[in-house]
Each structure stands twice: as C-alpha cells, then as structure tokens.
DNA sequence: CGAAAAATACCGACCGGTTGGTATGGTAGC
DNA sequence: GCTACCATACCAACCGGTCGGTATTTTTCG
C-alpha cells in the first residue's frame, strides 16, 4: 500500500507462507486450512507465520492478492500488444484461458471464486475485498470490449460491463463444474461458445 | 422437561435438522456450519442429530439431495405443460431462473454450488454425489434443447450437452458473482444473455 | 383384546483431539 | 542495545462424535 515496499529485503519465510496458504486454499478453501498445515507446507514454525501475517484472515487477504497480482500478469502476457486490435487481443485471452486449465500442473481452481463462494456470505470483510478483485477484472474486460467497439461496427448495442461480467461469471462456473467433474474439457467449451457469442455482437465476428 | 408445544404433532426432528443445515450451509458452507449450531438452528438436540444422521457429511448428503428435490420440483413447475414448444418451455424455465433470485427471502445462493466449490477438491465421495447432481440437471437441460431442435430448424449445429453444460457453468457463476457483488441482477443480466444466445441457435429464434 | 418386548426417537453430559492465537525467549545484523 | 525474524511451549475455546439413559411408539404374542 505504501510506495515503499519491503520486496527488497523479503526473507523467503513470508512468500513460502503465501505460496501454501495459496496452494492449500485453492484445493480445501479457507476453513478447512488450517494455519498448522499451512506452516508444515511452508516449512516454517507458527511463530514465523503471525509474524508476518496478524491473523489467518490476514494471510487469505494476501493471498488473494498475491493470486489475483499473479492471474493479472498472466492475462497482461496473454493480451499481447496493446495497440494490436481489440477483439484479436480478446480473442487470444480466452484462448490464454482454454490452455491454462488444460496445463496438468495447473487444476482448474480460482482462488478468487473459492474464497468468495465459501467467505462472502459469512465475512463481510472478505466479500468487499473479493469484490473489489472481481470488479477490478471485469472492469478491463469491458475495457476491451469498449475499445474493439470503437473500431469495429458493432451489430447491436451491447452493455461491454455486462459482457464483462457474464464472461466472468461464466469462467468461475466453469471451474466450478470442472472441478466437480474432474473434467477441464467444460472450460474450454464454455469460453468457445461465449467467443462465439462475442462474434455475434459485432459485424465481422 | 417443558410441557410439549409441538411435539406431539409429531414435527419430525430429521426434517428441522435438514432445514437447518440447508440453511446454515447455504450461507456459510460446509466447514463452517457446526453440528451443535444446525442443532440449535432446528431446536433439537445433538443426540437427535446422531440418531437421524451418522456424521456431518452424511447429512450434507442429506441436504444436497433434498435441495436439488425441491429445485427439480420448482424447475418441472416453471417448465409447465410438457406438450408445449421446447423452446417456449426453456424460455419459461430461464424466466423462472432469473426471478427467483429476484424474491428477497431467497438469497442467490445454490446449496449444491457452494459445496461443490468447496468440497469437491478435497472430499471425493461429496464431489461424486455433487458431480451426478450437476449431470442430472444438466441432463434434463440437453433433454429440453433436444426436443427443441427435433420441431425448429438449427441454424448451425450444435452439442445440446454442451450448450446445457454452460447454461448450467453460467448459472452457477452467476451465483457466485451475484452473492460476492450482493447484487441478483447479474443474474438476469447473464441468463439474458443465454436466452439470446440460444436464439441464435435456431432460424426463428 | 392387552401386556410384554422391542424398536425408535430423543436427551445432554462428556471426551479426545484440533484450532487459532499467545507468551516468551533466542539470535543475527546494524 | 534495538529491531526484525523466527522457534518452542502452551492455552482456552471449540469441534465432531460417543454414551448411558429415558420417553414414546410399534410389534409380538398369549
């Protein structure tokens, strides 16, 4: 939060913590992790852990950071050129998408959406912050729905936030049904057909 | 012992306690739910919890199946006469979809999505139990579309198993979003979609 | 029928293990 | 000697589940 960030001087122990705590709750969620495992997965002693994190609230916050700072620069790669066209930049983000749950190292588990389906009924604290994470993504989306619209005609008016969010919503129930089934094919057919539904929105899709 | 208010109408014990754990479930999970809060959430005691139900899970169990009875049994309402158009039909079904979540008592929360999202990860027997729920209701969707395209002409062709998969990915995140943002109306905002989406599947849509 | 017997429904104190969190002490670098 | 960093021991609350016992209903059988 502060311009002055303490990543220099960063002893291991705090990124280990945050890398079982993100590990762990994308596979149990936040109550069935327990601060004990999460300190055996990171290799260190409790007393390492609320050193450096208050709370287990607090170490579930960071990690939702730390996850969202990660998936965003992984998109950010996925988009490409800034200045190449919209919808082709849309296009190869989904497609960024569709190869990351077929990844085997990487199960088709959000972080994001596991803490909001399990915390944001219940802890209000954590569903503004998981609100604010999923606002902060749709928001570019609908950025670049905005801009694609400005360059190609679009076939019929469209709400780009509300693309935005059923793109969104559609990703985390896709993990969700992906996991269920132990089955990461629904991902990607899913994200095909809202591409195709992205195509329909404009004259050329 | 307190003169019995109600117990002699025999108000079955296993019934409150289902009620209970829906409930409390529904709004904060699985792991969060303890058996001595659903206890006091139905007004019974934890030895009548252990004669009806041999463990916590099994009356998640338990609660999972009966949610999905009483979903089934509002969709078959929502549906209508089976002789209508197909297509009328899923209009009808995705209008009942979108107003339920609409009525203030019922939260936009799915029992079966929420332990889903945090079970089936670490709990394979209730990953499996939620896996044939989702397919059932996914089923029955593929069924519908089925029938829809055997009266209208297709524009394009399309895997009505696949189109029910998203419908059913879209509703669950849906949920997800609605719950984390507070706010139903995505909900509508997305199914919209789906409606035109499935337009676009048939000439006359 | 009616009483004995058995099954069912329910109660609530209790238990062993776990949990998030604390208190305290040590150590390395400035 | 002060601060950041980490280890160990410990705790009070809580959790799922057990257990011995009681009240009520159902079944068995003379």
Redesign the pocket.
């Known amino acids: 939060m502060v311009a002055k960030t303490?990543t220099f001087?960063?002893?291991?122990?705090?990124d280990k913590l945050l890398d079982a705590a993100i590990g762990l709750m994308r596979d149990r969620g936040y109550?069935a992790?327990?601060?004990?495992?999460i300190c055996v997965e990171a290799g260190?002693?409790?007393?390492?852990?609320?050193?450096?994190f208050?709370?287990?609230?607090?170490i579930a916050e960071a990690a939702v950071d730390e996850w969202c700072r990660r998936r965003v620069a992984r998109y950010t790669e996925d988009l490409g050129d800034p200045s190449d066209d919209p919808l082709a930049r849309i296009d190869r983000w989904l497609d960024g998408l569709i190869e990351s749950v077929r990844e085997p190292v990487e199960r088709p588990v959000c972080l994001l959406g596991m803490l909001s389906q399990e915390m944001a009924g219940s802890n209000s604290r954590m569903r503004t912050v998981c609100q604010a994470k999923l606002e902060g993504w749709t928001g570019l989306v609908a950025q670049l729905l905005d801009a694609a619209r400005r360059i190609h005609a679009p076939r019929r008016d469209f709400d780009s936030l509300q693309i935005g969010w059923m793109l969104n919503s559609l990703w985390q129930g896709s993990l969700l049904v992906a996991k269920t089934r132990r089955d990461p094919e629904v991902v990607a057919n899913n994200l095909r057909h809202a591409k195709a539904y992205i195509g329909t929105l404009f004259a050329n899709g």
């Not at 001087?9 to 705090?14: D, E, L, T, V």
């Not at 208050?54 to 607090?58: G, L, N, P, Y």
């Open positions: 303490e001087s960063n002893p291991p122990a705090r109550n992790t327990t601060v004990d495992h260190v002693t409790k007393g390492a852990f609320f050193h450096h208050k709370s287990k609230e607090a």
